[in-house]
Structures are given as structure tokens and as C-alpha cells.
């Protein structure tokens, strides 16, 4: 019998503990798997030695629990080949806690982690199983249908937006309303802010995807001619990573900073085009930055998203047990009518460091979308999780 270790890597979502959850369950059901472990804050966990046993946990709890129960890092491990002594390190670990399975919980860059140190045991023989289960609330992690957080955050971004549409409602005035939702590069979450439309509302009547180049002159183009249809109230969705023709960032003169990863820490588009429109429009105008609320609310969980973030965590160790290492699970897509998905595993060479992006044939005029990406995504936020609410009435999570 091996031990199994877990850890959650990247920013946290609202599904990454139902995926842990799903990974303690079904590893508690092998008889191949004596102890699982949990490392506290990712990779790092490792390196510092602090690590939790997970079979006593209170799961349903767990699953219903936002953010990263493990905690989480930024951390990305060096080339093999410029500092072998860290690998090294991390398999001496593995060998003296008896590892012989590692589940990596997280996104694009948590991938690299998964196949750094897979294609290092494969080199040096070691019978150490890896597996990464995929989370990230940008849906942009290459060879998967979707990621689980996904479905819970575009569940928030579009209930939030229906609720600024009616507050928007209220006054007898020409206004417009800037939403900023995540998205650096991809503008999956964004694109989600159109499953706010219904037969009432036509909002949000604008949307600015990162793929896309974007004009500022052209933006005020698009505002003057919503004004001219009648649409006195406008609501606007932008990805926090718009960019114009040469690449160069709409907030560029708020981003002064970057993570870890050297990517840039974004923030401030949605201002630069509020003080766009009042400099050249006139109306009244603000914006709304949804930041890091969009990521882990727990009260308003996609079901679809819990009950597949889950699954997908059970599945990567049943991979892991059935001797594979090196792969990602990942969703494929049987149907959108009926709405049908099958877990598989894929060789993490073709997810680590590859960012999906939303289709161009998916993008209407630069400033909309198309109703086959509403198909893609409308049934990822449906269904509701039962929350567990404590007598103060605020949600119960599990605490560590």
C-alpha cells in the first residue's frame, strides 16, 4: 500500500474543494491507498513539510466550501535540467511519507508543476503517479471542454449583472454601466455576463472580449449607437485584459505591478472607460469591478459545476491507480442537448502553459457574441447546490 498526497495550486474557485472532496472519497475506497495526505499551500507544502491527514473530513461540508481549503500557491518549480537538486528534493520527500500517488489540483501554470515532475520520475524510474485536476475560473486550460470553477463564477458574473441591469433601471436618465470581470487573456467569464439576457432584459448590449482588438474609438461608436436605437440604460461587460491593436493593455497605466509568474497584475479598465464615456458622451457613467467577489461565491454554486468538480476529482484517482501519470483529466463533450459530459485523461504536454481561448467565429463585430457560445455555456450554470447555512444565517463553511 502507497500513500496518496493533494494539494491545490493557483487562485482559489468556488468547486476547487469539491474537487478535493472527490479526491479523499474515492481514495478511501481503495485498498491500494493507506493514508492521504494534503500539502498546506501547494508545491510549497512539500518543500516546507507541512502536510495534514484528510480521511477524517467532514466532505459534504467540504464540497459546499469556497475558496482553497488546503491553501494554495504561486509557486512554479525551475527547468529540470538548470536545478535538478529541487526535484531531488520533492521526490526524497515523496519517498520517506511512502508517496506513491500526487493529485495537483489547479490551473495553467499548476499544469507545468504536473508535468515537470511527471516527465522527472519518468526519466529517473520512479514509481511515483501523477495526475493534475484541472480548476480555473477562466475555462482556459487547453484540451478540456471546461474547468470546474468555471460553471459557479459565470453563475455569479451573470446573476450580478442581471441585478446592476435593474438597479440601473430605476432612474429616468441615459447611463451607462461598465462591468470588469476577470480575464487576462481569455474572455470566457466575460463572454458568461450575455446568459444575463431573457425575453425582459437585452443586457448587457455591449461585450469586449480579449480576443479581440479594441478600439477606443470605436467603443464610443458602439455607446452613441445604442443611445440612437433608444437604450437609455447601458450595460457594458469588458475582460479586465482588453488590449488595442499592438497589444498594448486599455489599463495599462493602472497595471504597475506583476505576480509572481510575471503576468500582470490587471485592474482599472473598467475606470478608464467610465471616464471615456463621461469625457466624450457626456451621461452619466460608472463602472464596477467584480474582482476577486466572482471567484469564490459559495452562496450561488452552479450544481452542474459542484457535482462535475467532484467527479473529476474522483476520476483522478482512479487514473492514478490504474497506473497513469502525466495526464490531466479533462471533460469531453458528448451532447448540449441533452447535456452530456464523460471524464477522460490527457497527456499534460498538451495542457501545461496552453491558454484556450473563446473562438473568433464566436465573437460578433468585436462587442458580442454568438448564440453557439450561449449553447456552450448556459449548461454549466444550471441547477442549484442546497447550501448548508449555520443559525446566524450565513453559509457554513469547513474550516481548517
Not at 52 to 74: F, H, I, M, V, W
Not at 172 to 197: C, F, Y
Not at 237 to 263: K, M, P, R
Not at 374 to 396: A, H, M, V
Request: proline letters at 3%; a negative charge.
Amino acid at each position: 500500500m502507497k500513500n496518496l498526497l493533494v494539494a491545490q495550486s493557483g487562485g482559489p474557485t468556488a468547486a476547487i474543494n469539491a474537487s478535493l472532496a472527490g479526491v479523499i472519497s474515492k481514495a478511501k475506497e481503495k485498498k491500494e491507498i493507506d493514508k492521504i495526505y494534503g500539502a498546506l499551500n501547494g508545491i510549497e507544502g512539500i518543500f516546507n513539510e507541512r502536510i495534514l491527514e484528510l480521511s477524517n473530513l467532514d466532505l459534504k461540508l467540504l464540497k459546499q466550501t469556497p475558496s482553497a481549503y488546503l491553501g494554495s500557491c504561486r509557486k512554479k518549480l525551475p527547468d529540470i535540467a538548470k536545478d535538478e537538486q529541487t526535484y531531488q528534493d520533492i521526490f526524497s520527500y515523496f519517498a520517506k511519507h511512502n508517496i506513491g500517488y500526487f493529485i495537483y489540483i489547479g490551473g495553467n501554470d499548476s499544469m507545468d508543476t504536473v508535468c515537470k515532475l511527471s516527465d522527472y520520475a519518468t526519466e529517473h524510474h520512479l514509481d511515483v503517479k501523477i495526475i493534475g485536476v484541472p480548476k480555473t475560473i477562466d475555462n482556459d486550460l487547453a484540451n478540456t471542454d471546461h474547468t470546474p470553477g468555471f460553471g459557479s463564477a459565470a453563475k455569479y458574473v451573470a446573476t450580478t449583472v442581471s441585478e446592476i441591469t435593474e438597479d440601473s433601471l430605476v432612474y429616468d436618465l441615459k447611463s451607462v454601466t461598465i462591468v470588469e470581470i476577470m480575464g487576462r487573456h481569455a474572455g470566457w467569464l466575460t463572454a458568461a455576463a450575455a446568459l444575463a439576457r431573457n425575453e425582459h432584459r437585452a443586457a448587457p448590449q455591449l461585450i469586449y472580449l480579449p480576443e479581440v482588438d479594441f478600439s477606443k474609438e470605436q467603443f464610443i461608436k458602439d455607446v452613441k449607437d445604442q443611445f440612437q436605437r433608444g437604450v437609455n440604460h447601458i450595460i457594458i461587460a469588458v475582460s479586465e485584459g482588453i488590449h488595442d491593436e499592438n497589444g498594448t493593455l486599455i489599463c495599462e497605466g493602472e497595471a504597475s505591478a506583476a505576480d509572481s509568474f510575471g503576468h500582470a497584475m490587471l485592474s482599472g479598465a473598467g475606470k478608464v472607460l467610465e471616464n471615456l464615456v463621461k469625457k466624450e458622451i457626456g451621461c452619466k457613467a460608472r463602472s464596477v469591478e467584480l474582482n476577486v467577489c466572482q471567484r469564490c461565491a459559495g452562496h450561488l454554486l452552479s450544481e452542474t459545476d459542484i457535482a462535475e468538480a467532484f467527479l473529476i476529482g474522483e476520476m483522478g484517482v482512479e487514473a492514478a491507480i490504474s497506473g497513469k501519470t502525466g495526464e490531466m483529466m479533462v471533460f469531453t463533450r458528448v451532447s448540449d442537448a441533452p447535456y452530456t459530459i464523460r471524464v477522460e485523461s490527457a497527456d499534460i504536454h498538451g495542457s501545461a502553459n496552453v491558454e484556450k481561448r473563446v473562438p473568433k467565429e464566436w465573437i460578433i463585430n468585436g462587442n458580442d457574441i454568438t448564440s453557439d457560445l450561449i449553447t456552450y455555456l448556459r449548461p454549466l450554470i444550471s441547477g442549484q447546490t442546497p447550501i448548508l447555512f449555520r443559525q446566524d444565517g450565513l453559509p457554513e463553511y469547513l474550516y481548517r
